[in-house]
């Protein structure tokens, strides 16, 4: 099955700074990959995803790169603010099979002032 | 955009006793529901996979006589632990997929979670 490896675990930056949050995955087969934030006792939210067919999205402040031949997509956020603190995990799905998303192990971001 | 429910938030009970979580999407129709738990500082962890009308698909390690699901119906899926103990306690999350819009099948829709405490 789907293996998603995160990192780093934990990430703290100061406010204005980037964070980038790398995940890999096993199956070449996967083809859909969300990022999800996930605030302290909340649920997940979709913050960005990226299909196989393109190499990169980008959306404001946050985008998302995949390269397939490594099998590894990354997470970028420019100019960070306090509420982009939070859990981020990504997450990987073969859509051809539509069976389950298989989650990383998340990364704690911290943005200090 | 597509929502799911969740239903409690929070429970308290005792050990021993049974509870039920109920997850509904409220403006689609959910074809398959997933269960999750997830314990402080760890990532979701599948429970289960259910499909409607269909038994649920549970995850190697997940008792399935302990952790009842039913979906019934394409708005409803039921989560029941049976005989909570202490460790039983967790986040509980569902989330739904289904048909929303042409271009959003893949996309899984979280509920809000259920704080379950088992005292």
């Known amino acids: 099955g789907e293996n998603v490896e995160q990192h780093p675990s934990t990430l703290s930056v100061q406010e204005g700074d980037s964070a980038v949050i790398k995940c890999t995955y096993s199956d070449s087969a996967s083809n859909y990959f969300p990022w999800y934030k996930q605030e302290l006792g909340k649920r997940p939210q979709l913050i960005i995803d990226?299909?196989?067919?393109?190499g990169e999205k980008k959306d404001q402040r946050i985008a998302v790169t995949l390269n397939k031949t490594a099998k590894h997509f990354s997470l970028h956020i420019t100019e960070t603010q306090p509420e982009d603190s939070a859990v981020y995990f990504c997450?990987?799905?073969?859509?051809?099979?539509?069976?389950?998303?298989?989650f990383g192990t998340g990364t704690r971001l911290q943005v200090t002032l | 955009g597509a929502v799911v429910s969740q239903h409690p938030s929070r429970v308290i009970c005792k050990s021993g006793t049974s509870v039920k979580i109920e997850c509904r999407s409220l403006d689609f129709q959910a074809t398959t529901m997933f269960w999750y738990r997830q314990f402080p500082k760890q990532s979701l962890m599948l429970m289960a996979t259910s499909n409607e009308g269909s038994k649920a698909t549970y995850e190697q390690g997940v008792e399935k006589d302990k952790f009842l699901i039913n979906h019934a119906s394409l708005t409803l899926s039921t989560l029941t632990v049976t005989s909570a103990h202490p460790e039983d306690s967790s986040f509980y999350i569902c989330?739904?997929?289904?048909?929303?819009?042409?271009?959003?099948?893949?996309?899984?829709?979280f509920g809000p979670g259920t704080r379950l405490t088992v005292l």
């Open positions: 989330s739904a997929r289904g048909m929303v819009g042409l271009n959003s099948y893949n996309e899984q829709f």
């Open positions: 997450a990987a799905i073969n859509t051809g099979t539509a069976s389950k998303l298989t």
């Open positions: 990226i299909r196989s067919n393109v």
